[in-house]
């Protein structure tokens, strides 16, 4: 089975741009969630979508925003990029039992310039 | 109180040798508990997942769940070079989001 899988990998984008990324989840999993990871702050919860709803989000400014698609892919956007937003963004997916693994994909390196 | 807290590193054990790392978490409601393993560079591998209490093994890994300490833990036995990494604790409390922990990071010495 494949796993997830992110793209594009790497990014450049000067402050003020925005910026698309994509996520697929495992085949079968239907909840997709996303994170940021920083040297300062770790890994921080964005959000998650389940069955193309937000269900969940975490502490961050509208500036960041996602969807998910009826196939279960899902997208994140970060609109007016700042310099603070350079960073590895994670998404990672799961089933929706209770008790249920979560698995990353490879993450998108995003530099703002 | 952070919501999900780690034992400080580094962590430095020789090789051969049974690496212990901790976590304690605050939600009491937390559902189940995930040790992640990240190389420098790369994103979280999942290595052991745990919800009931008690130990769970999985080769050369067991983790511990307490949940009336609100402790988790990780031992690797017959620690490797190549167990060298981070490894992050996480919480599950609602829905499919986790909490992490800052990590510890493990080096082990040949």
């Known amino acids: 089975k494949a796993g997830v899988t992110q793209t594009p990998r790497y990014l450049i984008k000067t402050r003020g741009q925005q910026v698309t990324l994509s996520c697929s989840p495992i085949?079968?999993?239907?909840?997709v969630s996303w994170y940021q990871q920083t040297p300062g702050q770790g890994l921080q919860f964005l959000f998650e979508?389940?069955?193309?709803?937000?269900?969940n989000k975490g502490n961050f400014p509208g500036r960041f925003s996602g969807r998910q698609f009826s196939n279960s892919r899902s997208e994140m956007n970060v609109s007016t990029l700042e310099l603070g937003d350079s960073a590895l963004y994670l998404c990672?997916?799961?089933?929706?039992?209770?008790?249920?693994?979560?698995?990353f994909g490879p993450g998108t390196r995003l530099t703002v310039l | 109180q952070k919501e999900v807290e780690q034992n400080s590193g580094p962590l430095s054990v020789p090789e051969g040798a049974i690496a212990s790392l901790n976590c304690t978490y605050s939600?009491?409601?937390?559902?189940?508990f995930f040790w992640y393993r990240q190389y420098s560079g790369k994103s979280p591998e999942l290595i052991m997942f745990i919800y009931s209490n008690g130990d769970k093994e999985d080769g050369r890994f067991t983790a511990q769940l307490n949940k009336a300490s609100q402790y988790v833990s990780l031992l690797i036995r017959d620690s490797q070079p190549s167990d060298s990494a981070t490894y992050l604790c996480?919480?599950?409390?609602?829905?499919?989001?986790?909490?992490f922990g800052e990590g510890t990071q493990l080096t082990v010495n040949p």
């Open positions: 085949s079968g999993h239907r909840s």
């Open positions: 979508y389940f069955s193309e709803t937000q269900r």
């Open positions: 939600d009491r409601g937390s559902q189940s």
């Open positions: 990672a997916s799961s089933t929706d039992r209770a008790y249920n693994e979560q698995f």
């Open positions: 996480a919480v599950k409390t609602s829905g499919s989001r986790l909490t």
